[in-house]
């Protein structure tokens, strides 16, 4: 199963030096069943597309979190022997799951990202998280904002040089 974990730069080359994703258990976004039920028209590729849109909110959370990181939206695309909760105990539409694994490097297929051009609507939006998840109609704009900028792909092969070429904190300026 193609599973999508959120992620910062800081998060994407601490998984890379280690071979792995980690610390379980992990939160990541997958097609589930509540995720199928709710797009009940979409074919694979918009549930998947769904997903991924799911896991790249989820890692402005982790910016927010994190705020010597580079305001970049990082999200790891990775295969996995995941089973998601058919038993109705999820919100319908979610595509979220915990997995108690750890994902060895190995199993990633790529990686997505944000432009360098798109860390102000990113850097905004991780501002306002907290707000966001109160409620505040500006913040929850903010954070839908984010969803304008398109995740450039990259092969596993391109990660290290990516990292290295965008420096530890994934080109922004201290």
Known sequence: MRVYVPATFRTLSAACSAGE????PLTVYAVTPALREW????DDEELEYAAMAQAARASVG???ADPGTAR????IAAEVSAVPPADGSVELGDARL???VLIPWRSVASVHLDAPQATTVIGKAADLWDAAQD???????ALDSCEGEDLMWYATQEIPDLLAAEGPRGGQRT
């Open 21 to 24: 994703i980690g610390p379980a």
């Open 39 to 42: 797009y009940a028209e979409g």
């Open 62 to 64: 982790l910016l927010a």
């Open 72 to 75: 970049r939206r990082v999200v």
């Open 98 to 100: 915990e997995l108690h």
């Open 135 to 141: 409620g505040d109609d500006d913040a929850i704009f």
